[in-house]
């Protein structure tokens, strides 16, 4: 049955070893948004604690929406949507490939991107940051789950990349909020009563996210 | 009698208030290779998406193997050739086809692919990305991907498009060969030449309707090109 999913997220993950197009300018991208702020303002340490976690979500969500747009612009090239809606197969097998490459490549550039940003902001690092860990994989989650659902809508417009931004912030800021909150406490040190239950909250919203977008990605696909 | 490998029931579609089709019928048998034959804009490409079941008709219905064209085990037995190449250009031949038949559930696959590329003269090219391919040789990586799971239907909007004679000889070789094994094919096209070389039947739409559907063996090519191609009859152009 993941037979679809797996050769979907394989091909794409080749292609993007191979071109290593999205993850470079992701990286890019935010090295450039980290010196700007970096270089911009300068804070004492205990107000840069409390931009800081925004600023690492800024990064990711700007830098995860070229991931988006990317994995399905390379999809209309040469017709390989239309390809994908002649498949014999179920749409939500479609989606679960395209989820986990998406989601696959962003992890990894935040894996990438992270000790740049605890060196830029001089973060402490602790064993309590394990705690990041979990945030970061929910955060995305949520994110790439309804992005990648939303980007297969976007990309039959001319209009890709508004559309795409149009469309899934009101529904994403939630999570993302929560994900800046959760990761605010772990940075600070401060991880309050509050933060598995939010946490918690974060993943239930992946789940309803994800579960919605398998369902629904067959009528995406047809014309 | 068999079910018909395609029936068309009386479709019409709209995009808004542009009309692409407007009550087109016809069925085709088993092993019958039909040419569509019309001038850009007349509704071929679109008949033949919904035909695919990519899309839905406004009004009517299309029944592949006698039951509704989105269904998976239709889609399996289905291929689509058009300009569009549904290859990666990032991706090597091999890597492509390997691609296709994991999708298709295709067994012995290794040997399917090879057996595919060397139908279509690639086999030399076959670790190379898709990406430094010509035109030509892309069209005949397209032909490898769409018999790879070796479908009963095959459906070709304007498969010569852009293609140099030997690949176009190539193409004609191929086809002949798959109605030969008894695939059902429908061909749009507006080469009447080829049109007439290769099928059975023919169907004329224009102005979104179908204006003719014959025979090829009860009818003189010249009659065809005289009654639906000449600038005169507002038929079609060639």
């Known amino acids: 049955m993941m037979r679809t999913a797996i050769s979907i997220l394989k091909k794409d993950l080749r292609m993007e070893f191979r071109s290593k197009e999205s993850i470079l300018a992701m990286w890019i991208f935010s090295l450039l948004i980290f010196v700007i702020f970096n270089f911009t303002f300068e804070v004492s340490r205990l107000v840069m604690l409390e931009i800081a976690p925004g600023l690492l979500w800024v990064a990711f969500v700007f830098s995860g929406m070229f991931g988006l747009n990317q994995s399905f612009a390379l999809e209309k090239e040469n017709g390989n949507l239309r390809a994908m809606a002649l498949m014999p197969v179920d749409g939500g097998q479609i989606y679960v490939g395209k989820f986990f490459s998406v989601t696959i490549i962003m992890l990894m550039f935040e894996a990438l991107i992270f000790p740049i940003f605890i060196i830029f902001y001089d973060l402490q690092l602790s064993l309590g940051m394990f705690r990041l860990i979990p945030v970061l994989l929910a955060g995305t989650i949520g994110f790439t789950s309804l992005g990648t659902i939303l980007s297969a809508v976007a990309v039959h417009t001319r209009n890709q990349q508004i559309l795409l931004s149009l469309l899934l912030w009101p529904l994403v800021s939630p999570i993302i909020i929560w994900s800046v909150t959760l990761t605010g406490m772990v940075l600070s040190g401060e991880v309050t009563e509050a933060f598995y239950p939010l946490l918690l909250r974060v993943g239930a919203f992946d789940v309803i996210f994800f579960t919605l977008s398998y369902m629904l990605f067959d009528f995406i696909l047809e014309d | ?238």
């Open chain 2, 1 to 238: 009698m068999s079910v018909p490998a395609l029936e068309v029931l009386a479709i019409s579609k709209d995009f808004g208030r542009i009309i692409a089709l407007r009550g087109v019928s016809f069925s085709v048998q088993s092993g019958e290779f039909v040419s569509i034959l019309g001038r850009n804009g007349a509704g071929k490409t679109t008949l033949l998406n919904i035909i695919s079941g990519i899309s839905r008709p406004s009004e009517g219905e299309v029944k592949l193997f006698g039951t509704d064209p989105s269904d998976r085990e239709n889609k399996a037995k289905l291929a689509v050739i058009s300009h569009e190449m549904f290859l990666y250009g990032n991706l090597t031949a091999i890597e492509n086809l390997e691609y296709y038949s994991r999708i298709y559930n295709i067994p012995n696959a290794k040997q399917r692919v090879e057996t595919v590329l060397n139908d279509v003269e690639l086999t030399h090219r076959r670790f190379d990305l898709v990406a430094t391919y010509s035109r030509g040789m892309t069209q005949r990586l397209t032909i490898a991907r769409a018999l790879l799971h070796e479908p009963s239907l095959l459906l070709l909007d304007e498969p010569f498009t852009g293609l140099d004679q030997h690949a176009i000889g190539m193409l004609i070789t191929l086809l002949k060969k798959q109605k030969e094994m008894g695939r059902t094919i429908l061909l749009t096209t507006h080469d009447l030449h080829t049109a007439t070389e290769l099928s059975d039947r023919y169907v004329v739409i224009s102005k979104h309707k179908i204006v003719k559907d014959g025979l090829i063996a009860d009818t003189n090519p010249d009659a065809i090109r005289e009654k639906f191609f000449s600038a005169d009859t507002g038929g079609i152009d060639l």
